[in-house]
């Protein structure tokens, strides 16, 4: 049991984790593809980031 809890207090922010997919992120194009996710995320105060289906895909979030 203490190996679960040890597994969830190190598991990785939605943001975090999309940070560390970019990061090791092997592609041509991975300078364009981190311009357009800025352009995506300063649009809109309300726009959170996850991992859906193994790629980043944001959602908007309204408290």
Do not use: G, Y
Request: charged share 35%; net charge positive; aromatic share 6%.
């Amino acid at each position: 049991m203490p190996i679960k809890k040890e597994k969830a207090l190190n598991k990785l922010s939605d943001q975090e984790q999309v940070a560390k997919f970019i990061e090791n992120l092997k592609h041509p194009l991975k300078l364009e593809i981190e311009c357009v996710r800025r352009i995506i995320l300063e649009a809109n105060d309300h726009l959170l980031e996850h991992i859906k289906w193994n790629a980043p895909c944001t959602k908007l979030f309204f408290e």
